[in-house]
């Protein structure tokens, strides 16, 4: 695994797949790599998210309270472009936003510290992407923002075309 370090602290992990006659074997976890990186991460819970058309957004989510999650995130089908949000108000990245265009044949893991909201907007039909967490979902400290606040100017790469009612009825940060 190689890490890359992003402008905001999060990582872009690139995997390196073993290929044969047989197909590929790719490692998506190693708890001494990711240490050796300075990121102690404990995985607690994971979903998979299927998606049915391009320009589906969900998002931008984060916690209202301790404890803060670290995610990881792997494309495994189509594309799409994440964004996280600096939401620590003591960072000098505070509000600050960061996007990435994942594929599913780039076999990259990007990993979100602590402290920042995501969003995911698809860029293909039937995307299928993964997330792990260090911490359970806990529905009474969910919260987010609208992807289009005026507050972040979130250039997104493709039109937004499907947003759930909750993720519409969110409101300006504050």
Known sequence: MK???TRLGAYIIELEPRKDDRG???RTWSKDEFDQNGINLDLLQGYISYTKKKGTMRGIHYRTDQPYVA???KCITGSYYEVIVDLRPE???FKKW???EIHAEDEKLLYIPEGFGHA?????DDTIYMDYYNGFY???IESGIRYNDPAF???WPIDVKVVSDKDKSRENYK
Do not use: Y
């Open 91 to 93: 960072s000098k990245n």
């Open 120 to 124: 995911v907007l698809t860029l293909e």
């Open 71 to 73: 995610q990881l995130t």
């Open 3 to 5: 890490f890359i370090k």
């Open 138 to 140: 806990r529905p009474e």
């Open 24 to 26: 590929q074997l790719v």
């Open 98 to 100: 960061e996007g990435f």
């Open 153 to 155: 100017n979130i250039s």
